[in-house]
Nanobody
Framework: QVQLVESGGGLVQPGGSLRLSCVAS????????VGWYRQAPGKERELVAS???????NYADSVKGRFAISRDNAKNTVYLQMNSLKPEDTAVYYC?????WGQGTQVTVSS
């Protein structure tokens, strides 16, 4: 079955950067769209960014110009480069492919 494993979260100061990774197994990776979602305490899970099998990307308005999603099909990996981080970006970040979800990685933006 499909397994997704996220990594790269952590604590960062406002204005800082982090790169999240999502490694997939058990699937023909290059044909599948992948999305990054986040969920902050007390809030609903929201789509942050997505990338199609062909490389087309989509971003939430709140992260446009600051975040970039990319994929390396040779490594079965999708990345989320997050720059100019704000406290409101604090959340657990999940990657998803089809019906599969990863376990999430915590991102905390605080001084």
């Amino acid at each position: 079955q499909v397994q997704l494993v996220e990594s790269g979260g952590g604590l960062v100061q406002p204005g800082g950067s982090l790169r999240l990774s999502c490694v997939a197994s058990g699937v023909i990776f290059r044909f599948n769209a992948v999305g990054w979602y986040r969920q902050a305490p007390g809030k609903e899970r929201e789509l942050v960014a997505s990338i199609s099998g062909g490389g087309s990307t989509n971003y939430a308005d709140s992260v446009k110009g600051r975040f970039a999603i990319s994929r390396d099909n040779a490594k079965n990996t999708v990345y989320l480069q997050m720059n100019s981080l704000k406290p409101e970006d604090t959340a657990v970040y999940y990657c998803t492919m089809g019906l599969a979800w990863g376990q999430g990685t915590q991102v905390t933006v605080s001084s």
